[in-house]
């Protein structure tokens, strides 16, 4: 994990929020999850109150609307199943413009929406503020077992090896002449498959090699120690602890 590493999720800043360790980062943005997903969906105003968190974590950490939006997209299947779920879930029905829908169904697509939603939106800043390396180092410090860091770390590495290799592929093939129109051109997309698994695996041979060769055994050094002192901690806390109280006032009034 000593290589520095970009990826398009990151926006490049010199905020409050960017200059949190990235373990604190991780743990207040995994409490704050819990407490959403804890919040009783009939609490309406509960999610209100968290999108104003989430937003003010936003203007701090200086990101722009757009920005956190675009990112939302990701959501798109989980919310056309959210859609449905009215449409197909058993119970009591209620007539909503001229469409018979279920009221447990209702109930249950405004769950997944408003937590899904919140959830991807903190995922969002966090991958904003953070840099893949120093989320990988975050994990560490966060004493997750060091096989699962390390891979995830040659997971997110080898992914842009590939997807390298792959748009080298595609360069030669237009190169000749080749432009996939139909079935008949299946073949030659399954092969390149072939050539792409063949190679990459190729290459993690020798990049395993090229490690044992330099003393790698079974774990990797870490160049950065991630320290936080109480005051990053308190500062991080205070989303999760705002969004906990939220939660009690839902779950008591």
Known sequence: MGAGHAHKLYRHGHSP?????PHCKLAAAFAFVLVVVST?????????????????????????????????LIEVPFVAFAVLMPFVAQGERVEVLGLSLSVSGLWGAW???????????A????????????????????????LLVQIASFMIRYGDVITDELRRMSIARRSRGFEASGIR???????TAGALFIRSYERGERVHLAMVSR?????????????????????????????LAVCLMGWTL
């Open 17 to 21: 929020i960017h200059a949190l360790p």
């Open 40 to 72: 009783p969906r009939e609490a309406v105003w509960a999610f209100g109150l968290y999108a104003v968190l989430i937003a003010a974590v936003a203007a701090a950490a200086r990101i722009p609307a757009g920005f956190l939006l675009r990112r939302l």
């Open 111 to 121: 769950n997944v929406l408003a937590k899904g939603t919140l959830g991807v939106a």
């Open 123 to 146: 995922s969002v800043l966090l991958a904003s503020t953070t840099e893949l390396r120093a989320l990988l180092l975050g994990l560490q410090r966060l004493k997750l077992p060091p």
């Open 185 to 191: 051109h299946w073949g030659v997309l399954a092969k």
């Open 215 to 243: 003393g790698y055994a079974g774990s990797m050094p870490v160049i950065d120690e991630a320290v936080a002192t109480r005051a990053q901690w308190a500062y991080a806390a205070v989303l999760p602890a705002a969004a």
